[in-house]
């Protein structure tokens, strides 16, 4: 019997994750190892293209690099195929390792070679979120500390050498699936989206639409809830829309659509505030899926920070510029360069950014709603087109906390967006926090909602790339659970001691609580009717008056007094 062969990036990836137990991880080596993967995915995929450019040619890459019609193939080909261009065939990750690993400066020529070498088209995404990139790591570390204190510095070093070792072709344990497990450990500290939530949101959504033209997800975390969708769809999303609300967040989320072949040109990624209107114009989506963090006053306040709007702005002055020239015929060029268009333009951009607010329609009782730290619900279910779906993740807190009653009120009997609600298993929460997805929908034909509880009828199964020590569980629902799950929303089936279908008017009984229990019954014991229980009480409370009456004559009798 032959043991089985381990694969060579999961291999690379235990060594990856013991040589960093040996020290203390900071922040400035997390940017430091985005950067890597980055570098890595991006030098090895161009080289591998150019490789077999030449492949049946008399001469070396080297060499072609030296050729002045090899060189402009080559810088044709990147930016059409990849949208970057590596200049030099010594700037290449594993280049750089075998030449200059040994010396003293390593680390500066590490991060310096890719990120002020690495060129792009004009107006290329693909420009703007490197260089995004290569902006976090130069201000998030230090490199002389790097190079010349204590012996953080070899370890790094080590990494970086470690990380070279990777396959980015290999099927069997993923490169991407590498970088997932390393954001999933305590060397990159992002907010973890967990699997089994990616995977039955996911389910959730694809047993509803077919195809994607817009998705968006205004808690981007570590970006797997929708690598995990596009994993359903395959070429089915065409365009992707997020919120990164941290800067190490948004780094991640850039790396992890670059090497789970995203189109960075069809990706809308902004740095800013959740809760803020997403303001992407006359954008509107087909489905919006997040996991979404509990929501507490101090977060509240640090995610409503000014953000930045620069993607936005982008994405409406490129419609500008198409509709110009296009359907009015003006030319590209003047686009470009008269400065009295380009402001107009500038400006006109701006204005569409604004959009109109959902929350001047909150009237009455509802208007308490527009100070809510949930009113970004609200938002993002307008900006939903009218057949979208939104599938969150939440805190239970959201079912039955008093301060929400309102809120659940205008969500169910008001406007009749809550579609399903499903309990999660607590035992599978890595957060340690009771979690529930909701499922909303823009026009409903239904008066009812489908409560699920999956609290204790579930199975699960290992994930496939679980690695040791990364993260809680590595289990996922069956997919037997999943499809029981989708059968019972999708035909809005009652299942005895697992779902049910509830009226809306039956909500406001139970003041609008929405917690599965109130509506699911999954005791298994027998019921003892209350009556039974009075009449029991009764009987033995007459016994004991009578056991205390024979106690007191026999004191009596023997002459005792207490």
Do not use: W
Request: aromatic share 12%; with cysteine; net charge negative.
């Amino acid at each position: 019997m032959h043991r089985r062969t381990m694969p060579n990036n999961y291999r690379v990836l235990r060594n990856i994750l013991s040589k960093t137990r040996q020290i203390e991880v900071s922040q400035d080596m997390s940017y430091v190892l985005i950067y890597a993967f980055l570098y890595k995915y991006a030098s090895d995929l161009l080289k591998n293209h150019l490789s077999s450019v030449i492949e049946d040619e008399p001469i070396t890459l080297d060499e072609a690099f030296k050729n002045e019609d090899y060189r402009r193939q080559f810088r044709a080909d990147a930016f059409n195929m990849f949208g970057y261009y590596i200049p030099e065939s010594e700037l290449f990750f594993d280049e750089l390792i075998n030449e200059k690993y040994t010396e003293n400066f390593f680390i500066h020529e590490f991060i310096t070679a890719f990120s002020e070498n690495v060129k792009f088209p004009t107006d290329s995404a693909y420009e703007m979120y490197f260089k995004y990139i290569f902006r976090a790591l130069k201000r998030g570390i230090n490199v002389n500390k790097f190079e010349f204190e204590g012996e953080n510095h070899l370890v790094v070093k080590d990494l970086i050498l470690t990380i070279s070792k990777l396959d980015i072709f290999e099927r069997e344990f993923p490169f991407e699936r590498v970088f997932d497990r390393i954001c999933d450990s305590d060397l990159i500290h992002v907010e973890k989206d967990p699997e089994y939530i990616n995977s039955l949101l996911a389910a959730i959504i694809t047993s509803q639409k077919t195809h994607l033209e817009d998705i968006y997800n205004p808690f981007l975390n570590d970006a797997s809830s929708l690598i995990d969708l596009s994993h359903k769809y395959g070429e089915g999303i065409v365009h992707v829309h997020a919120k990164g609300f941290s800067q190490i967040s948004y780094c991640v989320g850039i790396v992890k659509f670059f090497i789970c072949f995203f189109d960075l040109d069809n990706v809308f990624l902004n740095y800013g505030s959740p809760f803020s209107l997403h303001n992407m114009s006359d954008t509107e989506f087909d489905v919006i899926v997040s996991r979404i963090p509990p929501i507490t006053p101090r977060r509240f306040k640090r995610f409503s920070k000014a953000q930045n709007e620069e993607i936005i702005k982008r994405k409406n002055m490129n419609k500008v510029r198409s509709v110009l020239s296009e359907s009015l015929g003006i030319d590209e060029d003047a686009l470009e360069n008269d400065p009295e268009l380009k402001n107009t333009i500038d400006n006109l951009a701006v204005k569409m950014s604004r959009g109109k607010n959902p929350a001047d329609e909150l009237t009455g009782e509802y208007e308490v709603l527009k100070n809510s730290e949930y009113l970004f619900l609200i938002n993002l279910i307008h900006s939903l087109k009218d057949d979208g779906i939104m599938a969150v993740c939440l805190s239970q807190g959201f079912l039955n906390k008093n301060s929400l009653e309102i809120l659940r009120k205008y969500l169910t009997f008001e406007k009749n967006y809550i579609d399903c609600i499903i309990s999660l298993p607590d035992e599978l929460s890595k957060s340690k926090r009771p979690e529930v997805i909701v499922v909303f929908r823009k026009n409903k034909t239904s008066d009812d909602i489908v409560f699920i509880d999956l609290s204790s009828k579930y199975n699960t199964v290992p994930s496939r790339y679980r690695v040791s020590g990364t993260f809680n569980k590595n289990l996922l629902l069956t997919r037997e659970t999943q499809d029981k799950v989708i059968c019972v929303y999708n035909k809005r089936k009652t299942v005895d001691k697992f779902s049910n279908v509830v009226p809306l008017r039956d909500l406001a009984k139970n003041e609008f609580n929405l917690s599965t229990s109130r509506y699911v019954d999954t005791f298994e014991g027998e019921f003892v009717r209350l009556e039974d229980l009075k009449n029991q009480k009764e009987q033995i409370t007459a016994r004991i008056k009578k056991l205390n009456k024979k106690i007191d004559m026999m004191m009596d009798d023997l002459g005792i007094d207490f």
